[in-house]
C-alpha cells in the first residue's frame, strides 16, 4: 500500500541540525511533490516547503529560507528535510505529505517525527 | 505569509449541520482555487479531506463539503457524528509555488 515512513524521533541542542528521511512506497516516487509540514506542541500546522522528486528542485517558505534544505535520493525513494541553527521554538512534529492536486499537504503523510530542541 | 484566519473553536449536537470558516486575502484563497481542508484527530497524521475547494479524495464521506466566496472559503459538516470531533485546519495555495495554513479550529460534538 502506499505510504510514507519517517525516522525516529531526534533530540537536539540548540545551533545544531537535523536530518529526518521520509520513505515512499506503493507509488511511484519521482511522480508527485513532496510536502514538509511542522506542528509545534499544541500548536497548528505550518507549511515550510515542498521539493520535487524529480528534479530536486525545491521552494521554501520564507520563515524557513537559509535554514531548510530538502533533497531527495530517487535510488532509494527517500526524500529529506534537514534544519540547520535549531533553537527551542523548533521544537514540533515533522511531517511528510506527498502532495494530491497541489493541496499544500497532500493525501499520503508520514506519521510525523518529533524533533526536540533542548540544551 | 501571514496564516489564514479560522475559527478558534466550533460545536454541534449529533445530527446538526457546522460550517468552519477560513479566511485569507486576494493573495491566497481569493486568487486560486486551491483550497484543501484537513482533519487531524490528537496524535495523529493530518487526513486530506477536501481539495481544489470541494472535491472530496476517495473514500471521505459525502458529509464533508467545501466551498469558496471570495476570500473566504468554508467547509461544512452536516449530520455530525461523534467521530467529527477533530481539530480541522484549511489551507490555500499563495502563489510563487507557497502554500499557507490557517490557525485551526476545534470541533466539538456536544
Known amino acids: 500500500q502506499v505510504q510514507l515512513v519517517q525516522s525516529g524521533a531526534e533530540v537536539k541542542k540548540p545551533g545544531a541540525s537535523v536530518k529526518v528521511s521520509c520513505k515512499a512506497s506503493?507509488?511511484?516516487?519521482?511522480?508527485?511533490?513532496m510536502h514538509w509540514v511542522r506542528q509545534a506542541p499544541g500548536q497548528g500546522l505550518e507549511w515550510m516547503g515542498w521539493i520535487n522528486p524529480n528534479s530536486g528542485g525545491t521552494n521554501y517558505a520564507q520563515k524557513f529560507q537559509g535554514r531548510v534544505t530538502m533533497t531527495r535520493d530517487t535510488s532509494i525513494s527517500t526524500a529529506y528535510m534537514e534544519l540547520s541553527r535549531l533553537r527551542s521554538d523548533d521544537t514540533a512534529v515533522y511531517y511528510c505529505?506527498?502532495?494530491?492536486?497541489?493541496?499544500?499537504?497532500?493525501?499520503?503523510w508520514g506519521k510525523g517525527t518529533t524533533v526536540t530542541v533542548s540544551s | 505569509q501571514s496564516a489564514l484566519t479560522q475559527p478558534a473553536s466550533v460545536s454541534g449536537s449529533p445530527g446538526q449541520s457546522i460550517t468552519i470558516s477560513c479566511t485569507g486575502t486576494?493573495?491566497?484563497?481569493?486568487?486560486?482555487?486551491?483550497v484543501s481542508w484537513y482533519q487531524q484527530h490528537p496524535g495523529k497524521a493530518p487526513k486530506l479531506m477536501i481539495y481544489?475547494?470541494?472535491k472530496r479524495p476517495s473514500g471521505v464521506s459525502n458529509r464533508f463539503s467545501g466551498s469558496k466566496s471570495g476570500n473566504t472559503a468554508s467547509l461544512t459538516i452536516s449530520g455530525l457524528q461523534a467521530e467529527d470531533e477533530a481539530d480541522y485546519y484549511c489551507?490555500?495555495?499563495?502563489?510563487?509555488?507557497?502554500?499557507?495554513f490557517g490557525g485551526g479550529t476545534k470541533l466539538t460534538v456536544l
Open positions: 481544489e475547494v470541494s
Open positions: 506503493g507509488y511511484t516516487f519521482t511522480g508527485y511533490y
Open positions: 489551507c490555500s495555495y499563495a502563489g510563487s509555488l507557497n502554500w499557507v
Open positions: 486576494s493573495s491566497d484563497v481569493g486568487s486560486y482555487n486551491l
Open positions: 505529505a506527498r502532495d494530491y492536486y497541489g493541496s499544500g499537504g497532500g493525501d499520503v
